[in-house]
T-cell receptor, first 112, second 114 residues
Framework: EPEVTQTPSHQVTQMGQEVILRCVPISNHLYFYWYRQILGQKVEFLVSFYNNEISEKSEIFDDQFSVERPDGSNFTLKIRSTKLEDSAMYFC??????????FGSGTRLTVV | DAKTTQPPSMDCAEGRAANLPCNHSTISGNEYVYWYRQIHSQGPQYIIHGLKNNETNEMASLIITEDRKSSTLILPHATLRDTAVYYCIVRLREVGSTLGRLYFGRGTQLTVWP
């Protein structure tokens, strides 16, 4: 069964450093998303991406965040200057049409 | 914000049916009901969705009341691996829509015991 692949599975970074989280969505999917889940909290929407541009973003997705689909297969989330409160599980998801999203297994980001 | 209400926890014996309720009294006519689950800290997994008719797939059945204000997800023969948080989500499903934000609430922690 096709799956969304995320790397790395766990990343530790120092506060103020830049991090790039990587995702390979399912190849024929057209819509791409990033969500995050702080430990013990709800899953929160960050951003959606379609046709090579952001289609919707949440209030969490401020200027420190950016997304890119650099080569038609990878979908990346960059955090420019990490803060302690950015520590969370980050989930990439994709969908083709109307049906359910397929989520990746996540990247656990720990900011120290 | 999440537009659904679910009990925070339920349990079920292995092999029995698990019936997870969800209230969505403010659902509009063009909103669908989706169910996802999250096992431990893994990514959410799509289970099933429906508009007004009952739906069944290899994972579960979805029963939506006639007034569409509530629904029930049924896992017919729960196993230990079905222990997870189950989320009921309502969202628009429009032709060509680029929107797709899912609002996750707290969900229901289902514990299946041996």
């Amino acid at each position: 069964e096709p799956e969304v692949t995320q790397t790395p599975s766990h990343q530790v970074t120092q506060m103020g450093q830049e991090v790039i989280l990587r995702c390979v969505p399912i190849s024929n999917h057209l819509y791409f998303y990033w969500y995050r889940q702080i430990l013990g909290q709800k899953v929160e929407f960050l951003v959606s991406f379609y046709n090579n541009e952001i289609s919707e973003k949440s209030e969490i997705f401020d200027d420190q965040f950016s997304v890119e689909r650099p080569d038609g297969s990878n979908f990346t989330l960059k955090i420019r200057s990490t803060k302690l409160e950015d520590s969370a599980m980050y989930f990439c998801a994709s969908r083709e049409g109307f049906d359910g999203y397929t989520f990746g297994s996540g990247t656990r980001l720990t900011v120290v | 914000d999440a537009k659904t209400t679910q009990p925070p926890s339920m349990d079920c014996a292995e092999g029995r049916a698990a019936n997870l309720p969800c209230n969505h009294s403010t659902i509009s006519g063009n909103e669908y009901v989706y169910w996802y689950r999250q096992i431990h800290s893994q990514g959410p997994q799509y289970i099933i969705h429906g508009l007004k008719n009952n739906e069944t797939n290899e994972m579960a059945s979805l029963i939506i009341t006639e007034d569409r204000k509530s629904s029930t997800l049924i896992l017919p023969h729960a196993t230990l691996r079905d222990t997870a948080v189950y989320y009921c989500i309502v969202r628009l499903r429009e032709v060509g829509s680029t929107l797709g934000r899912l609002y996750f609430g707290r969900g229901t922690q289902l514990t299946v015991w041996p």
